[in-house]
């Protein structure tokens, strides 16, 4: 089965800083990554194309981005960032080169829980969905309620949930989480990334048997047609490498038939990014 990776990233630390990554925590991954160092292992789990994802809140690293997926036959498409609160969203977008995908701003290090409400943000996120891009949505747990009205007043965007919103996997709990996750898969313009999860479990010890909560509860929420998987490489180095993020995802969509694991590593990252 040829595979997608709908979320990677890379980062040159030579290009601009990158001070996400100053914490010690964050010393594992503290190198440059490169679509180089991706393809081998990528090939390994039959990834045959994949979703390049933006990393800082930089335009410049966006048209970067979109260099490399022109030269790459690895990378399908981009998703980008730009400021979603500044006038002229449409023209920013027509003024970039071809394959861009869609769009992502860190709502997740915004103090504001209620950033997506802003009249601002909400004019750019319709700029974007005249595009006829998808929007990201990288929120934490807290967030989901804005979320939530942010979709409902925007049917027209399709939107994709990264990493199931960060879900307290190390502590095991599932409310308000689940909820608010079942509530969100209510709208048909949401699909979610079956991705991000080994890194909100224990790094050293995690087990799939931890993740399957969280998994199952966005497969049944969604359905296997709004999931797609992704890696989120080299952020999961952290806690694991590329080939142990594939193997639990399939161990955790053992269960479903062939045709919705054909969705989840690959049909739904087709359809939710037009690739």
């Known amino acids: 089965m040829s595979r997608i990776d709908a979320h990677h990233h890379v980062w040159d630390l030579a290009t601009r800083p990158h001070t996400w990554l100053d914490p010690e925590p964050m010393a594992p991954v503290r190198r440059t990554y490169t679509l180089d160092d991706l393809a081998g292992h990528a090939a390994a789990a039959g990834v045959t194309r994949t979703v390049l994802v933006q990393v800082l809140p930089d335009l410049d690293e966006t048209r970067e981005f979109l260099a490399l997926a022109a030269a790459s036959e690895l990378v ?32 997740q290090s915004e103090p504001d829980p209620a950033w997506l409400d802003r009249p601002d943000v909400r004019r750019g996120l319709a700029g974007v969905a005249a595009a006829g891009l ?29 990493h199931l919103s960060k879900p307290p996997i190390a ?29 909100e479990a224990e790094h050293t010890s995690w087990r799939v048997s931890d993740l399957r909560p969280y998994a199952e509860t966005v497969l049944e929420a969604f359905g296997p047609e709004r999931v797609m998987f992704g890696s989120d490489w080299p952020v999961c180095l952290l806690a694991a490498r590329y080939d142990q993020v594939v193997a639990a995802a399939d161990e955790l969509c053992a269960g479903l038939s062939e045709d919705e694991r054909a969705a989840v590593f690959a049909g739904t990252a087709r359809r939710a990014y037009q690739i």
Request: with cysteine; proline share 9%; net charge negative.
């Open 134 to 162: 998808a929007y990201d949505l990288l929120t934490l747990p807290h967030q989901l309620p804005s979320a939530i009205g942010t979709v409902a007043a925007l049917p027209q965007l399709t939107f994709v949930l990264d």
């Open 171 to 199: 502590s095991g709990e599932l409310e308000p989480w689940r909820g608010h996750i079942r509530e969100l898969a209510a709208y048909p313009n949401v699909f979610c990334k079956l991705s991000g999860m080994v890194t």
């Open 76 to 107: 399908a498409g981009v998703v980008g960032w730009i400021d979603l609160t500044a006038p002229g969203v449409a023209d920013t977008l027509a003024a970039l080169p071809p394959g861009l995908v869609g769009v992502r701003h860190g709502v």
